[in-house]
T-cell receptor
Framework: DGGITQSPKYLFRKEGQNVTLSCEQN?????MYWYRQDPGQGLRLIYY???????QKGDIAEGYSVSREKKESFPLTVTSAQKNPTAFYLC????????????FGSGTRLTVV | GEDVEQSLFLSVREGDSSVINCTYT??????LYWYKQEPGAGLQLLTYIFSNMDMKQDQRLTVLLNKKDKHLSLRIADTQTGDSAIYFC??????????????FGKGTKLSVIP
């Protein structure tokens, strides 16, 4: 079955550590997105990529980095520069051929300990 | 700025209809969406409507679009306990059209009382 897989489901980070969240899709979608979700704040765009080897900053890119070396993969690194990383992170991909609807992964909950 | 506005909470009794409302900002938005999020999960696309439509019905779901007032609503008929979730309204504003960036509302938490 086609879909987006995010891993791990839960992640704990110590102060000063970088951590990487995985996002893999087998839908053959060109565009991929990372969103951060905080309670009562909806979804905010961190980074997006429309094609391999290209990505753009979203509204809250500071303290995060991404890469897009393969069409299927769009990992997100939360760096030590991100001062408040505890949140729910959602990855999505886009099928432009069908109503532009996003397909979302099941999310990664990151907690700073 | 670009904001999609929704009320944060809605509570209904099982079997009643639920109506979730949304006000969007960009009158040029081509597509408008409703997503559902269950606890601890990702977002699931429920339905969408093209801007040249006034209404779309899909089983228990009815979407109404008032372009003049930039108002979108989602009606769920015969609401069940399994409908309890957070519902997000979303648009692709003109400024984000090239990158197909969705702008989301903050979500409406629907609680269904048995």
């Amino acid at each position: 079955d086609g879909g987006i897989t995010q891993s791990p489901k839960y992640l704990f980070r110590k102060e000063g550590q970088n951590v990487t969240l995985s996002c893999e899709q087998n839908l053959n979608h060109d565009a991929m997105y990372w969103y951060r979700q905080d309670p009562g704040q909806g979804l905010r765009l961190i980074y997006y990529s429309q094609i391999v080897n290209d990505f753009q900053k979203g509204d809250i890119a500071e303290g995060y980095s991404v890469s897009r070396e393969k069409k299927e993969s769009f990992p997100l690194t939360v760096t030590s520069a991100q001062k408040n990383p505890t949140a729910f992170y959602l990855c999505a991909s886009l099928d432009r051929a069908y109503n532009y609807g996003y397909t979302f992964g099941s999310g990664t909950r990151l907690t700073v300990v | 700025g670009e904001d999609v506005e929704q009320s944060l909470f809605l509570s209904v009794r099982e079997g009643d209809s639920s109506v979730i409302n949304c006000t969007y900002t960009d009158s040029s938005s081509t597509y408008l969406y409703w997503y559902k999020q269950e606890p601890g999960a990702g977002l699931q696309l429920l339905t969408y409507i093209f801007s040249n439509m006034d209404m779309k019905q899909d089983q228990r779901l009815t979407v109404l679009l008032n372009k003049k007032d930039k108002h979108l609503s989602l009606r769920i008929a015969d609401t069940q306990t399994g409908d309890s979730a957070i519902y997000f309204c979303a648009e692709i504003p003109t400024s984000g059209a090239g990158s197909y960036q969705l702008t989301f509302g903050k979500g409406t938490k629907l609680s269904v009382i048995p």
